[in-house]
């Protein structure tokens, strides 16, 4: 995840003061375990285009019970794992869900919810905001006609919206989720004004990654003019926003070459903040995959996060969470553990690999078969990944890989 208002929040204080705020100390020392996507249930009753999980409406047998949930909570807490964030399907039509949450907060952990919104009415809401869930994340891929047509499910925009209205209104920290593609990318900027609009504070932009259903949809991704035309208007909203000290939080997911591109975006409107900057973003390092954020499935499969469901680490009924995730024997989890990764083609040569840390492994994957081949989702040319203009083995194999996109069509 890239945290977009952070930055900006740190370059309106450096704007201000002339000097740009030294990093926190917080988290110096051990560090904690990964941020775990909890996969709960897989059963959900939205059948949405881009869904990894492609679920349906039925149950899915073999899931881990309630008691098993327990079990591995224990494991996570004594790995210091300090978020979960529980998801689906849809996390809501787990009977225990309640249970769950509240289990993760007495014990500490940060508790977010991800959900599509529809199953949320008053009372629903109600009990949201009485379980204490520190996050909820509600997923609207666009105005009505096009969150509807994504969804599947006509009447899913305003069922959604009034959730987001009901969770506001009872003091819930509620988020947007919208993944963009070229189906969508004209609600962006609606979008926008719609969380402005409605008092929402967080807004998560996710590129389309190519797993699940957005793997058979991947020939419809936005192409890269128009993501570098959205997270221009992104990151203009943030800086807005952090300039004028809104209480306004802007993420983005799923293309660390974000980082890198938010570079480029101050060198050219301020110039004297770039190396600051970059000092800053080389600390994050970009891609977390196996690192730090992590997925348990339905079924107790882990994966280097939520994208990974064709590839399994091991299961938390066989061993606990915390060996699965120190186990370099697998080879896709050592080089997501190596610094630096070894990753090939022109992230190998990109100037900026240090922060963008090699961007998504998934992509890479599902179109070439080779995990550490260059991810094909970069958008930034070769020029601003500092290649020599014309760097005929970079380009040519870039071309290539975007003609295997187009065949998918
Ligand atoms: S070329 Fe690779 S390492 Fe460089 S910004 Fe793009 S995805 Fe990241």
């Not at 509807?148 to 499910?153: A, E, I, S, Y």
């Not at 389309?208 to 890269?224: P, S, V």
């Not at 690192?291 to 606990?320: F, K, Y």
Request: some cysteine; proline content about 4%; charged content about 25%.
């Amino acid at each position: 995840m890239f945290r977009i208002s952070q930055y900006m929040r740190e370059l309106a204080q450096a704007q201000q003061t002339g000097q740009w705020p030294a990093a926190s100390r917080r988290g110096l020392g051990t560090p904690p375990g990964p941020v775990v996507i909890w996969n709960l249930i897989r059963r959900c009753n939205l059948t949405c285009k881009h869904c990894y999980a492609l679920s349906a409406d039925h149950d899915y047998t073999g899931e881990l019970s309630g008691d098993e949930v327990a079990t591995v909570m224990d494991d996570l807490k004594a790995f210091r794992v300090p978020v979960l964030i529980l998801s689906g399907g849809e996390p809501l039509m787990r009977p225990d869900l309640f249970e769950i949450a509240e289990r993760a907060k007495r014990m500490g952990f940060y508790t977010g919810l991800s959900t599509n919104g529809t199953l949320i009415d008053a009372p629903m809401a109600d009990r949201i905001a009485a379980q204490g869930f520190d996050y909820v994340g509600i997923s609207l891929d666009g105005l009505r006609e096009t969150h509807d047509k994504f969804r599947r499910l006509e009447g899913a925009f305003d069922r959604s919206l009034a959730a987001v209205r009901l969770l506001r209104e009872r003091g819930v920290k509620v988020g947007l989720r919208y993944t963009m593609t070229a189906m969508n990318a004209h609600d962006f900027a609606p979008l926008l004004d719609l969380m402005r609009a409605e008092r929402v504070n967080k807004f998560y932009f996710s590129h389309l990654n190519y797993a699940g259903r957005g793997n058979i949809h991947r020939g419809k991704d936005a192409q890269f003019q128009s993501t570098r035309d959205a997270l221009d208007r992104l990151y203009d909203r943030a800086w807005q926003a952090a300039r004028d000290g809104l209480d306004e939080e802007y993420v983005t997911g799923n293309n660390d070459a974000d980082g890198p591109y938010l570079l480029q975006w101050v060198a050219q409107r301020f110039p004297r903040w770039t190396e600051a900057l970059r000092e800053r973003l080389v600390a994050w390092g970009g891609n977390a995959s196996g690192v730090n954020v992590a997925n348990i499935d339905n079924l107790g499969e882990v994966h280097p996060d939520t994208m990974w469901w064709h590839h399994a680490l091991g299961n938390v009924r066989q061993r606990p969470f915390s060996q699965i995730w120190m186990d370099t024997s697998d080879p896709l989890m050592a080089g997501l553990k190596a610094s630096p990764r070894p990753v090939e083609g022109r992230c190998a040569k990109c100037q900026h690999f240090a922060i963008c840390g090699g961007n998504t492994r998934t992509r890479a994957q599902q179109l070439t078969g080779n995990a550490w081949a260059e991810d094909p989702g970069c958008y930034l040319s070769d020029e601003e990944i500092g290649l020599p203009a014309g760097d005929a083995t970079a380009s040519t194999r870039r071309t290539t890989i975007l003609m295997k996109e187009v065949d998918h069509v």
